[in-house]
């Protein structure tokens, strides 16, 4: 077999290896693999919120605001949605309710009057201390290990999945947490509203 003959052979191989339309069975088997690991993040999701409630009787977001006040010490509400990526109204909405239950609170700037500064009290630095990493903490670490060209493609195949739901035009932030961000109610609290209810 001459050169040219063997690599348009080889050619030829790849091309309908890569882009052969897949058989039923395949593409069946495809669909199922991608639903699974799309279920069993949305379930790890939901577990850990159920996780953090029982334990520290927060949510995701509430827990993820105080630690970021914990970190950055005084910090403005402004400040605050930048570090999150959430939007303003969305943090003043949680520190409401984190204020109600007496975990912070805020005071204006003896500096400048115009800002006003969010604070832990001792209550939240002790829960903080006994809650579990968040989720989002762990993925966060272990994304940030992988190579760069791992990263893009995780993103752009989490993109596509995203439009292929027609999920891409929802408004939705940075946030490993299933439900309303600035909710009042943990997911324990749902859950022992229906007690007769059980996930699957």
Do not use: C
Not at 68 to 91: F, P, W
Request: glycine share 4%; net charge negative.
């Amino acid at each position: 077999m001459k050169a040219d003959d063997f690599f348009g052979l080889l050619n030829s191989s790849i091309y309908n290896a890569l882009f052969r339309p897949l058989n039923r069975e395949a593409l069946v088997s495809n669909i199922q693999e991608v639903l699974v690991s799309l279920r069993r993040v949305i379930r790890a999701t939901d577990l850990h919120s159920k996780h953090l409630a029982k334990t520290t009787g927060l949510t995701a977001p509430q827990i993820l605001l105080l630690q970021t006040i914990r970190d950055k010490g005084e910090v403005t509400i402004g400040e605050l949605a930048n570090e999150i990526s959430l939007s303003q109204a969305t943090v003043t909405t949680i520190l409401d309710r984190l204020e109600k239950r007496d975990l912070v609170f805020r005071e204006r700037s003896r500096e400048d009057k115009r800002k006003v500064h969010a604070h832990l009290t001792d209550q939240a630095t002790e829960i903080l201390k006994e809650a579990p990493l968040p989720l989002q903490e762990h993925f966060t670490r272990q994304f940030g290990d992988l190579q760069e060209w791992e990263q893009t493609m995780i993103i752009s195949s989490l993109q596509r999945v995203a439009q292929m739901m027609d999920a891409q035009h929802i408004d939705a932030a940075p946030v490993l947490d299933i439900g309303i961000l600035d909710r009042q109610s943990t997911a324990i609290d749902k859950l022992e509203a229906y007690p007769g209810k059980q996930e699957n």
